[in-house]
């Protein structure tokens, strides 16, 4: 048992650095130079980018606009919402439950930054 | 045994990949705000207008007066809409036609463009009471094909107006102009109400 949690440790010790060196991880990025793994992700920057032009989409919609399976949209908006990027309600009308997803004060940020440090990419090799 | 060729391709450039992910994000936003595209509360404004164009065309001494009204109304109307796509665009610092804007004025157009012609040769053939009806469905079908890059809410509404626009070729002359207020007025109010309260605008 012991023996197995050393290990597990190890493994994630070992991943750690390797980010590190990768300069890679999940969540916002520490410094201005780093791109945000986050949302660098295909579909959550679809996600981050329909959230900021609605105030709401219900999960169908969102669905719908990045044309993914029901699946891939829960696990994606959760990572978003546990990276403090999207806001998630769920409520009923009559006895349907519904989800509706909207884009936070941190999420907006992000997708900002994002452009900003796509842009800046973009302009640094037309300068070279 | 198949041995695959060694790749020459190389690896996308860096500024390639940074503006494919802007390229995408753009689209993405395009795709996503064509839920608004024309505000619900826009077509609320549009139907009210619809109403008080019956009042005034149901009080036309003749079917020139009548027919003028209506179309001084689907003038005011299209640029209502035109409006508020434009101050949807603005904010979203896209031009007009770009995106939804165009997808809905090319899906639109065609048979708006087809509605003012038959409207000229059924004018003047004398078969009037036939315009109503003909309106209604081509409307209808603009909204249907328009709204297939919209919410599903959208398609709906198009249908309700060549359900009307069918009645209305069959119903008595006389009614055509309340079933113009139905359609132009009751369906936009109704459906511009849905839009708002279910999708925002």
Redesign the interface.
């Known amino acids: 048992m012991a023996k197995a949690q050393a290990l597990r440790r190890e493994i994630k010790k070992g991943q750690t650095e390797k980010q590190r060196l990768r300069g890679v991880h999940g969540g916002a990025p520490h410094s201005a130079h780093e791109i945000d793994r986050m949302i660098h992700e295909r579909l959550r920057l679809g996600i981050i980018s329909a959230l900021a032009v609605n105030d709401s989409l219900t999960f169908n919609e969102l669905k719908h606009t990045v044309k993914t399976t029901d699946g891939n949209l829960s696990v994606h908006a959760r990572k978003l919402e546990d990276a403090g990027y999207v806001n998630c309600s769920k409520t009923f009308e009559g006895r349907t439950p519904k989800t509706e997803f909207s884009l936070t004060t941190a999420g907006r940020r992000a997708l900002e930054r994002y452009i900003d440090h796509m842009e800046a990419l973009i302009g640094k090799m037309r300068k070279q | 045994m198949i041995r695959l060729a060694e790749s020459t391709e190389q690896p996308p ?3 390639d990949r ?2 494919d ?2 390229r ?2 753009r689209e ?2 395009e ?3 064509a ?2 595209a024309v505000p619900g509360w826009g077509q609320v404004a549009i139907g009210v207008t619809a109403l008080a164009a019956t009042y005034l065309a149901a009080h036309q001494p003749t079917a020139r007066g009548w027919l003028g009204t209506w179309i001084a109304e689907a003038i005011i109307s299209l640029l209502i809409a035109g409006w508020l796509m434009d101050r949807k665009a603005r904010a ?1 610092g896209a031009p007009l036609l770009s995106g939804p804007g165009r997808k809905v004025a090319f899906s639109l157009s065609p048979p708006m463009v087809v509605g003012a012609l038959l409207t000229v040769v059924l004018f003047r053939s004398g078969l009037t009471e036939a315009i109503p009806g003909m309106w209604l469905l081509l409307y209808g079908t603009g909204v249907v094909t328009g709204g297939m890059f919209s ?1 599903n809410v959208v398609p709906v509404m198009g249908i309700c107006f060549m359900i009307l626009g069918a009645a209305t070729l069959f119903a008595p002359a006389g009614w055509s102009n309340w079933l113009m207020a139905a359609g132009f007025g009751g369906l936009h109010i109704i459906f511009g109400s849905i839009i708002a309260r279910k ?2 605008g």
């Open positions: 450039a860096l500024h940074a503006m992910n802007l995408y994000i993405t936003m795709r996503a705000s839920f608004t979203l919410v999708y925002g």
